[in-house]
């Protein structure tokens, strides 16, 4: 069974950065491609940013140039470098793999982790 452990939020002030890690184990980390998806108060999941098994990344316009996704295939970890954070970036941070067998994008793959909180006070 595949475990997604989110990690690394917290309270920040508007303007700061930082940095969440996704611990993955259970599936063959290498081929998956992966995401970073948020959920803010009252709003539905979002996927805000992707990798792929080859590294290529795809951004929300909504975190394009602020965000920066990255994975390290021999820890099974993803990370999301989050700078110049806007109070709009509150919510609760998922990591997940992405389902490559549909035609509708940014579908999970996985069972959801219990996520990492992000809270920017303005």
């Known amino acids: 069974q595949v475990q997604l452990v989110e990690s690394g939020g917290g309270l920040v002030q508007a303007g700061g950065s930082l940095r969440l890690s996704c611990a993955v184990s259970?599936?063959?980390?290498?081929?998956?491609?992966m995401g970073w998806y948020r959920q803010r108060p009252g709003k539905q999941r979002e996927l805000v940013a992707s990798?792929?098994?080859?590294?290529?990344?795809n951004y929300a316009d909504s975190v394009q140039g602020r965000f920066t996704i990255s994975r390290d295939n021999g820890r099974r970890t993803v990370y999301l470098q989050m700078n110049s954070l806007r109070p709009e970036d509150t919510a609760v941070y998922y990591c997940?793999?992405?389902?490559?067998?549909?035609?509708?994008?940014?579908?999970?793959?996985?069972?959801w982790g219990q996520g990492t909180q992000v809270t920017v006070s303005s």
């Open positions: 997940n793999g992405l389902r490559i067998d549909t035609t509708t994008p940014g579908l999970p793959r996985y069972d």
């Open positions: 259970g599936s063959i980390f290498s081929i998956d491609n």
């Open positions: 990798i792929t098994n080859v590294g290529r990344t």
